[in-house]
Nanobody
């Protein structure tokens, strides 16, 4: 069983910054990709950013140049730095991790519980 716990959300004015963290714990042999997704009210959940174990990252067009994803493999933690925030960034942000629980085991996806980010205009 793997648990993902997000933190760092909050209320910020447009143009401000936040840093989200997501720590994975439990039975973990290794973690492949780690993602951040978000879901705004009345909208589908969307992928915001992905980072591989080796540190390669990709971003949704809507956040390129403003958000930065990073990870600390030793801590099983992924981060999302949110800069130049806009009201349309308001959403619940979820982390996702593709986890191998034991050597030779299958890849299994786990989600965090979400953290609210609200950007006021």
């Amino acid at each position: 069983q793997v648990q993902l716990v997000e933190s760092g959300g909050g209320l910020v004015q447009a143009g401000g910054s936040l840093r989200l963290s997501c720590a994975a714990s439990g039975r973990i042999f290794s973690i492949n990709n780690m993602n951040w997704h978000r879901q705004a009210p009345g909208k589908q959940r969307e992928l915001v950013a992905t980072i591989t174990r080796g540190g390669s990252s990709t971003y949704a067009d809507s956040v390129k140049g403003r958000f930065t994803i990073s990870r600390d493999n030793a801590k099983n933690t992924v981060y999302l730095q949110l800069n130049s925030l806009k009201p349309e960034d308001t959403a619940v942000y979820y982390c996702y991790a593709a986890v191998v629980a034991y050597n030779g085991g299958p890849l299994s996806g786990s989600w965090g519980q979400g953290t609210q980010v609200t950007v006021s205009s």
